[in-house]
C-alpha cells in the first residue's frame, strides 16, 4: 500500500480537494489504480446536517452517505464512484471507539487518543485501500496544519508512514504564497511557517504545492525549496485556473506525476490525457453562447450548488458552446420584477435541491415563467416538487396546492411525506438516500435522454409526489415518466412545451468531464435550439 497525505497550511480554502483530484488523475493518466480518502476533522458524523453555507452542498455517494463535496471532485476528477468509507470524520472515528469501547474490545485498556483514536483512523485508511483495490491511497486532510482538531489524524499518518517504511508513503503540503505590496511581490514566509509546524509533528514534506494567484517564479521556488528543505522541482507552482480541469495539465507540466511515481518508487510510464485534453478543447471552442438561470436559496455560496455548476462545465466541455450561469436568490424574485424580466430572456432554466419554506414562491413563479414562455426547464428533487405544485396551481386550478413540507395543512398536498419517514425524528442520515433504481416510460422523452428504460440515480429526499394525483397531471399534460421499483413518481415531463422535465432525484452528483449528464445535455441542448446559435463567436471566457 502506498500513501499520498495531501495536507494545508496558512489558511483553508486553498482548493486542497482540486489539488488531491488531480494528484490522483496524474496517476491515473498513468495507469496506476488510485482511490481516494477526505478527512474532515469536524464531530459532525457526516455531512448531511450541515448548512450549505457553512461547507457548501452536501454529496450524496452511491452507498447513500452524504459527504463533503470534495468527494464529488475526486469522483468527477477520478472518473469513478467512491463510497462512504472514503470520508472520514472524527464524529465516526470516535463513535466507532466508543462503541468498541462499550462493547468490551479494549479488554479493560484505558482508552486513548493514542494508541487508540490514531489506530481507529489508521484501520479505517487500510481497510478504503484494500477494498478499492487501489495501488495509491491519497489522504486530503481537511482544515490547516495546527488546528487542534486535526492532529490526532496527522499523528496517526505519521505513525503509517513509519509502518509502511520508507518510499511507501508521500506528504504533500499545499500552502498559500500571497502577493503583497504595490509591486507585487510573492511572500514565501507563511509557507516556511506552515512547514515548520507540520515538522514540529513529525512529518517532513516530500512536496509544497504553493497556491498563488499568479506562477512562482524560479527564485521564489529556490527560496522555498532552500527554507523548507524539499528539493527544488518539489515546489510546485499551482495558479489560479478559470478551470479547475487545467490543474492536473498544469501540474504535469512541472513534472509533478514523475516525481510522485519516483517518490513512492513507481513506474513512471508515458500519461495518457486524450479524452481530458479533448475535453478542454472543446470547453474553450465557445460556439455561441447560452444563458442558465438557477434559481436557488443558496446563490450567494456557488459552492452551494458545485455539482450543478460542473454538470454544466462537463456539457460545455462536450458541446462547446458557452453555457453562461446567472444565479438567482428565489427569495428576491417575487419582489424584484426585473428580475422575473431577466429570467424571462434567459435560454434555460435550472432549480435545483432544496429544503423548508424560505423562497419558495420565487421557485414557483420561475417555474411559471419556463412552463408560460416555453424555456426549457430542469427541476431537479425540489425543483421537480415545485414545479408539480405550480402545474397543481396554474393548471389544475388548485390554488392553494403546496408540498406538506412548507404547509402541512394545505388542501391540495401534492407533495407529501414518504410513507416510511412517518415516524422518523432524527435528522442524521434518514431521508431516502443513495443510488435507486428507476424505470423510464419507453416512449418518453427521459427515455430518449438516456437512451435507456432503466438507470440508477442518487437520492436524498423525504416528500414524494403524491400518487393521488398522477392522473389528474396526466390529463393535464404532465406525465409521471419515472417511476421506482416501488412506483414512486421519480420524473415527469409535460408534453406540450419543448422541454419541461422534473426528477425526484439528484443528477448533477453522477455528471464528470468525460461523460456529461444526459439530462444537463439535454437542457443545454434544449436551450441551443431555442436560441438558434448561429455562427461562432469570440473564445468563449470561462464561467464563474
Ligand atoms: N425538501 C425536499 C424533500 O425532502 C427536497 C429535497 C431535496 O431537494 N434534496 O423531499
Redesign the pocket.
Known amino acids: 500500500m502506498k500513501v499520498i497525505v495531501v495536507s494545508g497550511g496558512v489558511i483553508s480554502g486553498l482548493g486542497k480537494g482540486i489539488t488531491t483530484s488531480s494528484l490522483g488523475r496524474l496517476l491515473k493518466a498513468r495507469g496506476i489504480p488510485v482511490t481516494i480518502v477526505k478527512i474532515d476533522p469536524y464531530l459532525n458524523v457526516d455531512a448531511g446536517t450541515m448548512n450549505p453555507y457553512q461547507h457548501g452542498e452536501v454529496f450524496v455517494l452511491d452507498d447513500g452517505t452524504e459527504v463533503d463535496l470534495d468527494l464529488g471532485n475526486y469522483e468527477r476528477f477520478l472518473g469513478q464512484s467512491l463510497m462512504g468509507t472514503h470520508n472520514l470524520t472524527t464524529g465516526k472515528i470516535y463513535r466507532s471507539v466508543i462503541e468498541k469501547e462499550r462493547r468490551g474490545d479494549y479488554l479493560g485498556n484505558t482508552v486513548q487518543i493514542i494508541p487508540h483514536v490514531t489506530g481507529e483512523i489508521k484501520r479505517s485508511i487500510r481497510e478504503v485501500a484494500q477494498g478499492a483495490g487501489a495501488e495509491v491511497v491519497l489522504v486530503e486532510v481537511g482544515g490547516t496544519v495546527g488546528d487542534i482538531e486535526s492532529m490526532p489524524f496527522l499523528e496517526a499518518l505519521r505513525e503509517l508512514s513509519y509502518e509502511l517504511g520508507e518510499g511507501h508513503m508521500a506528504f504533500v503540503h499545499t500552502t498559500l504564497v500571497p502577493v503583497v505590496g504595490p509591486v507585487g511581490e510573492a511572500k514565501t514566509k507563511p509557507t516556511q511557517h506552515s512547514v515548520r509546524e507540520l515538522r514540529a509533528i513529525g512529518i517532513r514534506p516530500n512536496m509544497i504545492m504553493a497556491r498563488s494567484p499568479v506562477p512562482l517564479t524560479p527564485d521564489i521556488k529556490a527560496k522555498i525549496s532552500l527554507f523548507c528543505d524539499v528539493p527544488p522541482d518539489a515546489v510546485v507552482s499551482v495558479p489560479d485556473e478559470p478551470v479547475i480541469y487545467e490543474v492536473p495539465l498544469v501540474l504535469e507540466a512541472q513534472g509533478v506525476g514523475s516525481l510522485l511515481t519516483r517518490v513512492l518508487g513507481l513506474t513512471d510510464r508515458p500519461p495518457d490525457y486524450t479524452a481530458w485534453k479533448e475535453f478542454l478543447t472543446n470547453y474553450r471552442r465557445g460556439e455561441g453562447s447560452v444563458e442558465v438561470a438557477v434559481v436557488g436559496k443558496y446563490t450567494e455560496l456557488r459552492d452551494a450548488y458545485l455539482s450543478h455548476s460542473e454538470a454544466f462545465h462537463h456539457c460545455q466541455g462536450h458541446l462547446g458552446t458557452e453555457i453562461r450561469l446567472s444565479w438567482y436568490d428565489s427569495e428576491d424574485i417575487p419582489r424584484n420584477p426585473s428580475l422575473v424580466a431577466r429570467i424571462q430572456r434567459s435560454d434555460a432554466i435550472l432549480v435545483p435541491?432544496?429544503?423548508?419554506a424560505r423562497g419558495v414562491e420565487g421557485k414557483v413563479r420561475a417555474i411559471e415563467i419556463a412552463r408560460t414562455e416555453r424555456i426549457p426547464y430542469l427541476g431537479?428533487?425540489?425543483g421537480f416538487?415545485m414545479a408539480a405544485v405550480e402545474y397543481a396551481r396554474h393548471v389544475l386550478g388548485l390554488p392553494k396546492a403546496n408540498t406538506t413540507?412548507v404547509d402541512p395543512g394545505t388542501p391540495d398536498p401534492v407533495v407529501c411525506l414518504l410513507e416510511e419517514q412517518k415516524g422518523v425524528n432524527e435528522l442524521g442520515g434518514t431521508?431516502r438516500l443513495g443510488a435507486q433504481r428507476v424505470l423510464l416510460t419507453a416512449g418518453s422523452k427521459v427515455a430518449e435522454v438516456y437512451g435507456k428504460t432503466e438507470i440508477w440515480e442518487r437520492h436524498?429526499?423525504?416528500?414524494?409526489i403524491n400518487p393521488k394525483y398522477i392522473d389528474r397531471f396526466r390529463a393535464a399534460g404532465l406525465n409521471a415518466t419515472g417511476f421506482s421499483v416501488d412506483s414512486r413518481v421519480e420524473a415527469f415531463e409535460a408534453s406540450d412545451h419543448p422541454f419541461f422535465v422534473g426528477v425526484q432525484y439528484?443528477p448533477e452528483f453522477l455528471s464528470r468531464p468525460e461523460a456529461p449528464h444526459p439530462l444537463y445535455l439535454a437542457l443545454v441542448r434544449a436551450a441551443i435550439a431555442r436560441k438558434e446559435v448561429a455562427a461562432p463567436v469570440a473564445p468563449a471566457p470561462a464561467l464563474a
Do not use: A, D, I, L
Open positions: 435541491g432544496g429544503f423548508g431537479v428533487c425540489y416538487q413540507e431521508m436524498r429526499h423525504r416528500f414524494e439528484h
